[in-house]
């Protein structure tokens, strides 16, 4: 069973940094694209960052320049670097893989973690 574990989130003040952390385990055989999503509250769920398979990243616009994706395959890891936080990046940030395992392609969700940044 596939499943992923987020992990980094916390509280910073504006202008800090965090990085998040999604584990994954179970068995896959190819993940097609990760990605960070995030959910403030009253407001619906927003793409953050993208990670294809073949390396091309996207980001909304709020946080180009600010946050980073990236993997690290040894550890089935995918990451997201935040800098420069500021107050509207408060929200719970969840990771998301599109993945084939035996059941064909799936979506994947961890459970989310929660970042909130101060003044």
């Known amino acids: 069973q596939v499943q992923l574990v987020e992990s980094g989130g916390g509280l910073v003040q504006t202008g800090g940094s965090l990085r998040l952390s999604c584990l994954i385990s179970?068995?896959?055989?190819?993940?097609?694209?990760m990605a960070w999503y995030r959910q403030a509250p009253g407001k619906q769920r927003e793409l953050v960052a993208s990670?294809?398979?073949?390396?091309?990243?996207n980001y909304t616009d709020s946080v180009k320049g600010r946050f980073t994706i990236s993997r690290d395959n040894a550890e089935n890891t995918v990451y997201l670097s935040m800098n420069s936080l500021e107050l509207e990046d408060t929200a719970i940030y969840y990771c998301?893989?599109?993945?084939?395992?035996?059941?064909?392609?799936?979506?994947?969700w961890g459970q989310g973690t929660q970042v909130t940044v101060s003044s």
């Open positions: 998301k893989i599109r993945a084939i395992d035996y059941r064909g392609w799936n979506d994947y």
């Open positions: 179970g068995v896959i055989y190819s993940i097609k694209n």
């Open positions: 990670l294809g398979r073949d390396a091309t990243t």
